[in-house]
């Protein structure tokens, strides 16, 4: 039985990653500067920063016991999806891996949340079959559900409730069990793992290896905290590195046991139990680049059965590298400025701004597509700059007195001082140069990407590189220079910079979606790899309906939060990277600081660390400042 669609289409339900603002902050003023772009015009005084104090991060392990079993010819293949309220609204936080054929499943995708213990942080679990590769809830059979406070996990630590059908009848004898574990700790590892002469395990081939990592519980029994990829068709595989908290895989215990279980994977999910070996941090901290540690992995069975049985197979541990994962707010403590700069597109495919059809046409309300898309982005954005002094630039528009094209034009017509007082300011410089402009093409993306990371390659000479920055470009989707656009986007990925772009209207986005490199790495016209994925894309369409109502008063949150808050791509380079001279207080692998969750402060800061952004000198001394900050 699926779960009614009608449920999922109640206006009260909006599907978004949601977030968190934590720890209001005043940063002390600027000095006056020359322009940078997001880097505040001179003079500008100092604003708060984010609204409510977060007492700490807590990381949530989800397992089911007895869930209903919905297939007919094989068992459910269950799904976790966690959602939190706000305002009245269920969104949509983030959903665990599915685990196949299991009526018992232990999913290993955790959910990390801010705590905040003055407020009743309501939480819904919910648990679906997946029967197809959709993304829409409606296309899977529904499990049950559990609501709670988020308070109530943390006090109890561990609990297991019953599951819900949306009636309010139990579903079945389904269980939930949610454990919680606080993320006081900022230390992370990561470990880079091999397989070497394992048992083969399939009859027509070789073996599928993967790795269950598990550390014990205050209940004695072991609890899952990490699972490898799948290597097919191997009985040598090379697993990908990955990270996790250091408290999520042994509380950070150096000497605390862990369980480390390798399987054949089978599709049916009845995987084959390869072997298993104990190990702790203080004996995998032993292997070192070029200098790996071998651990032997047992099968007990054949052990006792087998006379003169050796093990069967062996792991080999690459590397073990230990490193602080330094929050949002370390950063911005540490003197780290964010650097935003809005691109407005200004081309003859949006229409005449005079006609009602036009995107950019102002209605008797006072809006229009890009007044929206500004609204709800630059809201969120604007917190994370100090000042709240934008530069706003346009492109594809013929500029008074010649009528030349400019692809690069302050849109308050002040070359020297583009800057614009919050998005108020915003809104109003885009508005009155709409009479003043005309529009017309074409849509090349390439200078204004060129501009700030002009400014951007200038940050990175500095002796620590204290400024990252973030281009937003509206748009209404059609690039004409895409090979320069690429280059230009290449050529950026080198540099402290991300890029959001948020698409208005109903044009085909497939370019767009091109340069957002999340299926695969972005190349240039020349063949060149871009260092990092800096582009994120979001269609502005698919968020309208989230708007409070008509006119700026009732802008739309949805955009604003699901690039702002939850999608940007903040990257970072080794801190060997050849802009700064000094290194940075620990190294970190790339990842996404925003993927699709709440803005979080580790991701950031391991970009950070690697872009040779430390925190300051007294960071974690601070008075009043506790060494592990929340995270924004």
């Known amino acids: 039985m699926s779960l009614p669609s009608s449920l999922w289409r109640d206006p009260s339900i909006t599907m978004l990653r949601a977030g968190a603002d934590c720890q209001e902050l005043l940063l002390p003023p600027p000095t006056p500067m020359a322009y940078i772009p997001g880097g505040g015009a001179p003079g500008a005084g100092a604003t708060p920063l984010g609204s409510q104090h977060c007492v700490c991060r807590v990381e949530l392990s989800v397992s089911g016991q007895n869930l209903l079993d919905r297939d007919v010819t094989s068992k459910s293949d269950p799904f976790c999806v966690l959602f939190t309220e706000n305002n009245g609204r269920w969104m949509e936080y983030d959903r665990t891996e599915t685990a196949v054929n299991n009526l018992n499943p232990a999913f290993s995708k955790k959910f990390v949340l801010d705590y905040h213990f003055e407020e009743v942080q309501k939480l819904r679990f919910a648990l679906f079959d997946q029967d197809r590769s959709s993304t829409q809830l409606e296309e899977h059979d529904f499990l049950g559900q559990f609501s709670c406070s988020l308070g109530t996990i943390v006090s109890s630590k561990k609990i297991t409730r019953p599951l819900l059908l949306m009636n309010d009848k139990p579903a079945g004898k389904g269980l939930i069990t949610i454990a919680a574990q606080e993320l006081s700790d900022n230390r992370v590892i990561t470990l880079s793992l091999a397989g070497r002469k394992l048992d083969k395990k399939d009859l027509f081939g070789k073996s599928d290896p993967f790795l269950e990592f598990y550390k014990p519980g205050d209940d004695g029994k072991w609890m899952l905290v990490h699972r490898t990829e799948v290597i097919k068709y191997t009985l040598d595989p090379v697993w990908k590195p990955f990270t996790v908290p250091l408290v999520s895989l042994c509380d950070g215990d150096m000497e605390k046991p862990i369980q480390v279980m390798c399987y054949d994977y089978d599709n049916d999910g009845g995987h084959d139990f390869i072997g298993e070996f104990q190990t702790s941090v203080s004996q995998m901290c032993m292997a070192r680049d070029g200098v790996p540690l071998e651990l032997e992995c047992i099968n007990p069975k054949k052990q006792r059965k087998k006379k003169g049985y050796k093990n069967s197979g062996v792991i080999v541990l690459r590397s073990c590298k230990i490193h602080r994962d330094y929050s949002f707010l370390d950063y911005i403590l540490g003197g780290c400025q964010l650097m935003f700069t809005v691109g407005i597109d200004f081309t003859a495919s949006n229409g005449n701004p005079l006609d009602p059809s036009s995107l950019h046409y102002i209605n008797p309300l006072g809006t229009n597509e890009y007044l929206s898309a500004i609204w709800a982005v630059g809201q969120i954005i604007q917190d994370y700059d100090s000042d709240k002094m934008f530069p706003a630039l346009g492109f594809g528009a013929q500029l008074p007195p010649d009528w030349k094209v400019s692809h690069e034009f302050a849109i308050n017509f002040n070359p020297t001082n583009p800057f614009c007082s919050g998005v108020d300011g915003i809104a109003q410089a885009y508005s009155a140069c709409l009479p003043h402009i005309r529009f017309y093409g074409p849509t090349n993306f390439s200078p204004i990407v060129n501009h700030v990371a002009r400014f951007a390659a200038q940050a990175t000479q500095q002796q620590t590189a204290t400024q990252y920055f973030i281009l937003l470009i509206i748009t209404d989707g059609v690039i004409s220079d895409m090979e320069e656009t690429r280059h ?45 994925d800096i582009v994120q894309f979001v269609p502005f369409r698919e968020f309208r309906h989230v708007s409070g109502g008509p006119g700026l008063e009732g802008r739309p949150q949805g955009p604003g939060d699901h690039c702002a808050r939850s999608r940007v791509k903040v990257y970072m380079l080794p801190h060997s990277a050849p802009w700064t001279s000094s290194g940075p207080c620990c ?31 007294e960071l974690g001394s601070r008075q009043g400042v506790p060494k592990d900050l929340p995270s924004i």
Do not use: C, W
């Open 488 to 532: 230009a986007v290449v050529q950026a990925s080198k540099l402290p910079m991300s890029i959001i772009i948020v698409g208005v209207g109903n044009a085909d986005f497939a370019a767009m979606e091109f340069l957002d490199g999340d299926s695969r790495r972005l190349r240039s016209h020349t063949g060149e790899e871009a260092a990092r």
């Open 587 to 617: 190294q970190a692998s790339p990842q996404a600081m925003l993927t699709d969750k709440a803005v979080t402060g580790p991701a950031l800061s391991h970009q950070l660390v690697e872009y040779g952004v430390a925190p300051g000198p």
